[in-house]
């Protein structure tokens, strides 16, 4: 699946006033798969303690079912290009809707361990799609001239979900009278966290019927009229649709099918460019960010934060994460992509160094001293604000925008999967880690976030401001 905003000619490929609005609500409406992203991803945060309970499992196995469903994500990240290639970005987006829907009800009812690892694994392959179709659609059908603003709605929408599931899980906690296996609705207050993500999931497939096909799709199986149409919805009758057309016609035409064999090359196996993506994405993961949204209630009561404040505290660090998703927004078209990984890398290593420092102390009565436990709640707040104003936006917009044309698709679909893979590996040695030591798994964070700067330094290119078809 190629992603494509063409180069504008003059007058041509910016919204005007009266269609952006419009180009919003597009953009909107397909970055409520990232709102289920990120509300899926982070949901199991609030039902980590009671599944370890229910099923009375040790750490690792603990690990392997919370991380379980990156799996999922991985294989729907590959698979998602070909997916909406041959029946549609739309299409695709209502497949993962269904998948969602059928994720949040298996995980509310569960017979056993084993089946709730099935549904999680159902709802990471629905992640794994909509990583892909949204930024790439968002890409599809944005105006240049408002690419990067229009696809860090896809990060700003998981954020929002991350939070919002932070708050139903403390809202839940609090009326099942803090007891994360206390008695909602006929069931355990986990499963209803769990079980309330059939609403979002059954908005996500109503907005998928009232949002366009991307051009560029249309193009592809020959429909030109329709494909016009839409270009005239979100670019504006003012906009020369004659040549618009003709141009993406071109673009396709200069281009095969990516696959993988494409991506093959060089003294390494795969093309220099493709490793950067997989650095991108290995490096945005390795920092530890999932740790803060899978375990963060988990991290706050082994230092001694009572269940309900360390839900409080989840929810905090959620709202701080949609703060700096917005600052990002605001200046990844003014300064840059690359200067904001930069800063957001130097924040990351301060406010991680400072979480391994607080951790480093003993517990004193079950709790961290009073000092080190303020210098651990602000430094991971410190922490998931720099991320989220850079490295949580601008990897999703790098990789949408900086693989050359005829690679783009195969491209971002490894480069997804890595992410995966990547997500997965912290997720399911975190609570090993832990329990070996708490601050020394922070120093590891530490390392990946400092060794980020020079690679970022010494092989990222700034993609700002240039066409799709520019990038080579």
């Known amino acids: 699946m190629t992603s494509t905003a063409q180069a504008p000619k003059p007058g041509a490929g910016t919204a005007h006033p009266d269609h952006l609005g419009h180009v919003i609500f597009i953009a909107a409406a397909a970055a409520m798969g990232g709102f289920?992203?990120?509300?899926?991803?982070?949901v199991i945060n609030g039902a980590v303690e009671a599944i370890r309970d229910r099923y009375d499992i040790g750490p690792a196995a603990l690990a392997q079912v919370i991380a379980i469903a990156l799996i999922g994500c991985a294989v729907g990240a590959?698979?998602?290009?070909?997916?909406?290639?041959?029946?549609?970005?739309?299409?695709?987006?209502?497949?993962?809707?269904?998948?969602?829907?059928?994720?949040?009800?298996?995980?509310?009812?569960?017979?056993?361990?084993?089946?709730?690892?099935?549904?999680?694994?159902?709802?990471?392959?629905?992640?794994?799609?909509?990583?892909?179709?949204?930024?790439?659609?968002?890409?599809?059908?944005?105006?240049?001239?408002?690419?990067?603003?229009?696809?860090?709605?896809?990060?700003?929408?998981?954020?929002v979900g991350i939070a919002i599931s932070q708050l139903v899980n403390w809202g839940l906690l609090n009326a099942a009278g803090g007891d994360q296996r206390g008695k909602l609705m006929g069931l355990e207050a986990w499963q209803v966290m769990l079980g309330v993500m059939v609403v979002p999931a059954v908005l996500y497939g109503l907005l998928s019927f009232a949002i366009?096909?991307?051009?560029?799709?249309?193009?592809?199986?020959?429909?030109?009229?329709?494909?016009?149409?839409?270009l005239a919805e979100v670019e504006g009758e003012k906009t020369d649709l004659d040549a618009r057309v003709a141009e993406i016609e071109n673009a396709m035409r200069r281009e095969h099918k990516s696959t993988f064999k494409d991506l093959l090359g060089g003294g390494f196996f795969f093309k220099p460019i493709v490793w950067i993506g997989i650095g991108l994405s290995v490096?945005?993961?390795?920092?530890?960010?999932?740790?803060?949204?899978?375990?963060?209630?988990?991290?706050?009561?082994?230092?001694?934060?009572?269940?309900?404040?360390?839900?409080?505290?989840?929810?905090?660090?959620?709202?701080?994460?949609?703060?700096?998703?917005?600052?990002?927004?605001?200046?990844?078209?003014?300064?840059?992509?690359?200067?904001?990984?930069?800063?957001?890398?130097v924040g990351m290593v301060v406010g991680l160094a400072l979480e391994a420092w607080a951790f480093s102390y003993h517990?004193?009565?079950?709790?961290?001293?009073a000092t080190q436990g303020w210098v651990a709640l602000v430094a991971a707040h410190v922490f998931v604000l720099f991320f989220a104003l850079s490295w949580g936006v601008v990897v999703w917009v790098f990789l949408g925008e900086m693989f050359p044309n005829r690679i783009r698709a195969a491209a971002l679909g490894v480069a997804a999967s890595a992410q995966w893979i990547a997500n997965w590996a912290i997720t399911a040695s975190f609570p090993s880690l832990a329990d070996w030591n708490l601050?020394?798994?922070?120093?590891?964070?530490?390392?990946?976030a400092a060794l980020s700067i020079p690679f970022v330094l010494k092989f990222v290119k700034e993609t700002k401001g240039k066409a799709l078809e520019e990038m080579g």
């Open 363 to 369: 517990l004193v009565d079950g709790k961290l001293p």
């Open 283 to 345: 490096f945005q993961q390795f920092v530890g960010i999932n740790v803060a949204f899978y375990y963060s209630s988990t991290l706050w009561q082994s230092v001694g934060v009572d269940p309900t404040q360390s839900f409080f505290y989840s929810f905090t660090t959620s709202i701080i994460n949609i703060i700096g998703t917005v600052i990002a927004m605001i200046f990844v078209d003014r300064i840059g992509r690359k200067p904001l990984a930069l800063i957001g890398s």
């Open 78 to 159: 590959a698979t998602a290009g070909r997916i909406a290639d041959r029946i549609g970005r739309i299409r695709c987006m209502q497949i993962a809707a269904v998948l969602f829907t059928i994720s949040a009800v298996g995980s509310a009812l569960p017979f056993a361990l084993w089946d709730l690892a099935l549904w999680r694994i159902i709802g990471g392959f629905a992640i794994g799609m909509a990583s892909v179709i949204g930024p790439a659609y968002i890409a599809e059908v944005a105006p240049p001239a408002y690419r990067g603003r229009l696809g860090s709605f896809q990060q700003a929408a998981i954020v």
């Open 212 to 230: 366009p096909e991307s051009p560029r799709f249309l193009l592809s199986v020959g429909r030109r009229e329709k494909a016009r149409a839409i």
């Open 36 to 42: 289920l992203f990120g509300y899926d991803s982070s």
């Open 439 to 448: 601050s020394g798994t922070y120093v590891i964070y530490t390392v990946f």
